[in-house]
Every structure is written in structure tokens, then in C-alpha cells.
């Protein structure tokens, strides 16, 4: 990876000693590598799992498939592309919050399956990285073929150029995904793997996001025949069950993704984002994903629940059935 640029802002550190106790328990010598489909599915349905490898500084990986332009510029006057840069920069300010360093970054590329990747390292955290493949979001009607871009990329049905990639050659197809997948996953050796929920509701009152459930597909793939613990975490179906995130880590939580949240002007409201601080539920047994041979999965030891039977209502879909896009 060649370092293009550092970034630096000022940010008020987590007191590490509050953060600690509030956070998951990693064994020694393991590395983590999360894929997710927006930036900022992490910070709400893997945390605060996701806090233990981050402070303890153990090799931390995370991989967002969509830039998470979704409707900017289609249903308000925003820029798409500045808009997607916000969040990214929402993300790494949030990370150095956690982690109680400074908003400093050393900002590069890296290549995969061909393909150039962004990536950010935290400066004083090193190990700590951010990998942003920026296919576009699944609310976005101007991917290649309209919405659900991800969807079908997994199902095969099209191919599709990255978001502000108009002229990129090749146009990507299904293979190009996971084979980048592939390629993440040998450069950074992960000994767990985070993951969205690859099997949720089908359809009707309980469905997750769309993307969310091809991120997960698409990371569970991708590891066939590697030996990782695979770890799966819900997403929009957990909204109405009950809080399970202790005041402690809750109130960490609220304070990390406040951070982001600064920076994400489609998240300023909405009463589901309180909610999510308030939970995450693992995935109990194995994913469903993929079919046949897997990698053996099991779920986490900690405090944190796994997900119960079917989930209520999580929240209103907005017009045209498609729910938001965190």
C-alpha cells in the first residue's frame, strides 16, 4: 500500500479504562476483518463487539462494499460523491474516538482481484484499518441497471461499475466480488469474521436491507474453505426487541456513532438510530450462508444475546418498500 495523503483532525479520545470495560473480550493473537454494506453497519449492529480488538490494538480490518451514496442528489439538491466522502470521513473519525488517538490517518490505495481499493490507516493505531470498495449503494437508481446494485451482483443478473466509476473497464460481474474478497482476505490473515445476517425474514414485516443481506452472502462466500470464526449480527429485524446493551457500553455506543453521525446528514434524525445504540444481537448457530462446504462457524462467547426467534416490526419501509439505508 503506498501512503497518498494524511489526514488529521482534532478529536476528544474515550478514556481507554471506560472503553475497555464496556467492550468485547478478544483472545489474544486474533485479527479481525468486518464486511459490511454502508458505512456505518459496523458501528450499528457490531458494536460494541467490535470495540475489544479496536482498543486493545489487535489487527483490525474493516470492509465497506457500497460507498453509501443511496438517494443523495436524487431526492435532494446534496452531492452524491461528497456526500459518500462524508461518511467515509464520519467513519474514521470515529474509529480514532474509539480508539482515544488522534483523527489522524495515512490515506492510500491498495490493489485487489485487479481492482484499486481506498484504504485509511489510523496513524496511531496502525493496525487499525478501513477498506472502502465503493460499489454503489443499493438505494442509488443510477447504478448500472437502477437499484439494488449488490443484490444483483450477488444473484448474478447484471454487472456493474463502481460508484463515480462511469468509465472504469471492466464492469464488474459476481466473481469480481468475491475474488476481491478473496484477495482482502489473504492479504490480512483475519481469524475472525464479522458479518451481517446472510439469511433474515424473505420478505414482509421482518426483512432486513437488501445489501446488508448481500454483504453477508458475498463475506461468507468469499471465506468457503478458510478456518475462521464467523460471527453474524442482525440487522432491521432487531429494532423492537428488547434493548440488550448494558447502560455502560450503551452510553459508548451513543457517543461513537454521535461522532459519525456529525458527519452523515441522512442520519441527523430518525428514531431507529436511538434503538440501534441500545442492541445487537448475534446470530445464534450457523449462518445459512454459504451453501454447501463452509468454514466452520460458532458464535462469540460474551455477555451479548443471540437473536431470538422471529423479530416484530422493525420499522416503516419508505416509499416503494425500501427501507433507509444505514
Not at 489522524?104 to 490493489?111: D, M, P, S
Not at 436511538?274 to 448457530?285: D, K, N, P, S, V
Amino acid at each position: 500500500m503506498t501512503a497518498l495523503a494524511l489526514v488529521a483532525v482534532t478529536a476528544c479520545p474515550v478514556p481507554p479504562s471506560a472503553a475497555l470495560a464496556a467492550a468485547d473480550q478478544p483472545a489474544p493473537g486474533e485479527r479481525f476483518l468486518q464486511v459490511v454494506a454502508h458505512p456505518d453497519d459496523d458501528l450499528l449492529f457490531m458494536s460494541p463487539d467490535l470495540y475489544g480488538s479496536v482498543l486493545r490494538g489487535l489487527p483490525t480490518v474493516t470492509v465497506y462494499l457500497t460507498a453509501g451514496e443511496g438517494m443523495a442528489g436524487v431526492d435532494d439538491g446534496r452531492d452524491p460523491s461528497a456526500y459518500a466522502r462524508a461518511r467515509e470521513e464520519g467513519l474514521r473519525a470515529a474509529y480514532a474516538y474509539l480508539a482515544g488517538v488522534r483523527d489522524v490517518w495515512h490515506e492510500g490505495t491498495l490493489r485487489a482481484d485487479g481492482l484499486e481499493l481506498r484504504t485509511a490507516v489510523l496513524a496511531d493505531r496502525p493496525r487499525v484499518r478501513l477498506v472502502f470498495a465503493r460499489l454503489p449503494d443499493g438505494g442509488d437508481p443510477r447504478a448500472d441497471g437502477g437499484g439494488d446494485a449488490l443484490t444483483r451482483l450477488w444473484e448474478g443478473r447484471s454487472c456493474v461499475r463502481r460508484f463515480a466509476a462511469a468509465f472504469e473497464r471492466p464492469c464488474l460481474r459476481r466473481g469480481n466480488v468475491l475474488r476481491l474478497l478473496r484477495a482482502l482476505y489473504a492479504r490480512f490473515r483475519p481469524t475472525v469474521l464479522r458479518t451481517l445476517d446472510p439469511d433474515p425474514p424473505a420478505a414482509g414485516r421482518h426483512c432486513d436491507h437488501p445489501d446488508h443481506v448481500a454483504s453477508a452472502r458475498f463475506a461468507l462466500a468469499a471465506a468457503g474453505g478458510l478456518a475462521l470464526r464467523v460471527v453474524s449480527y442482525r440487522g432491521y429485524p432487531m429494532t423492537w426487541w428488547a434493548p440488550n446493551v448494558d447502560a455502560r457500553a450503551r452510553e459508548l455506543k451513543r457517543r461513537v456513532f454521535g461522532v459519525y453521525r456529525a458527519h452523515d446528514y441522512r442520519a441527523a434524525r430518525g428514531w431507529r438510530y436511538q434503538a440501534w445504540t441500545e442492541r445487537m444481537y448475534r446470530i445464534a448457530g450457523r449462518p445459512a450462508w454459504p451453501p454447501g462446504p463452509a468454514p466452520a462457524v460458532r458464535t462469540s462467547p460474551g455477555a451479548w444475546p443471540s437473536a431470538p426467534g422471529p423479530a416484530p416490526e422493525p420499522g416503516r419501509p419508505t416509499p416503494g418498500g425500501r427501507r433507509s439505508a444505514p
